[in-house]
């Protein structure tokens, strides 16, 4: 059974920084066409994706978000921790970690992939 | 403003076939599979529709998907008050070198 957890602080300040850890069971991040990335969710808003670390160690962004985002593997070997800096109050939102799964023998980063599994989301509020 | 053009609301009543439409362009839905999330209110999105057309295990027949040209939809035939929701498309955004989703489209089961 696969599962996906967020944790992480529920309020932060404009301009700290926030740091959520993704922990997951049920598939190992080293198993070829796997990744896990993050997708956030303002309140009453649509989904807008993050970042995806991938099973060979590659990392893709969000290019409205490039700048400000670091995706790592956590120091578990089931863990993958996002970062995002310089918060602003339109951060505000559930963050949710997802399990990225390659189609078939597609080759090409992340086209390639589509969202199997969900967290079941974490909400952060940025506000002073 | 959402990549994906979808219908803000949709409405059906039970046992009715109802169709969500989802817009794109040829640097997305026109060259890329297209993904199908529904999220119950106050819950995590989930897959429903992945590469166009294929369910996942557990996701009932009466959920489809199809995809002509720049797009898509999401067909729900035998509808059910569980099936009120919100639905979302999404794809990969070739120019945009990311993941696009639709606005979603908020279906209720009169």
């Known amino acids: 059974q696969i599962t996906l957890k967020e944790s992480g602080p529920t309020l932060v300040k404009p301009t700290q920084t926030l740091t959520l850890t993704c922990t997951f069971s049920?598939?190992?991040?080293?198993?070829?066409?796997?990744?896990v990335g993050w997708i956030r969710q303002p309140p009453g808003k649509a989904l807008q994706w993050l970042a995806v670390f991938y099973w060979d160690n590659d990392k893709r962004y969000s290019p409205s978000l490039k700048s400000r985002l670091t995706i790592t593997k956590g120091t578990s070997k089931n863990q993958v921790v996002l970062t995002l800096t310089n918060l602003d109050p339109v951060d505000t939102a559930t963050y949710y970690c997802?399990?990225?799964?390659?189609?078939?023998?597609?080759?090409?980063?992340?086209?390639?992939?589509?969202?199997?599994?969900w967290g079941q989301g974490t909400l952060v509020t940025v506000s002073s | 403003q959402s990549v994906l053009t979808q219908p803000p609301s949709a409405s059906g009543t039970p046992g009715q076939r109802v169709t969500i439409s989802c817009f794109g362009s040829s640097s997305n839905i026109g060259r890329e599979p297209v993904n199908w999330y529904q999220q119950v209110p106050g819950t995590a999105p989930r897959l429903l529709i992945f590469?166009?057309?294929q369910r996942p295990t557990g996701v009932p027949d009466r959920f489809s998907g199809s995809k002509s040209g720049t797009s898509a939809s999401l067909a729900i035939s035998g509808l059910q008050s569980e099936d009120e929701a919100d639905y979302y498309c999404?794809?990969?955004?070739?120019?945009?070198?990311?993941?696009?989703f639709g606005g979603g489209t908020k279906l209720t089961v009169l």
């Open positions: 997802v399990l990225a799964r390659r189609r078939g023998s597609c080759s090409g980063g992340g086209r390639c992939y589509y969202f199997d599994s």
């Open positions: 999404a794809t990969w955004g070739d120019s945009l070198n990311a993941w696009v």
């Open positions: 049920g598939f190992s991040l080293s198993t070829s066409g796997v990744g």
């Open positions: 590469i166009d057309n």
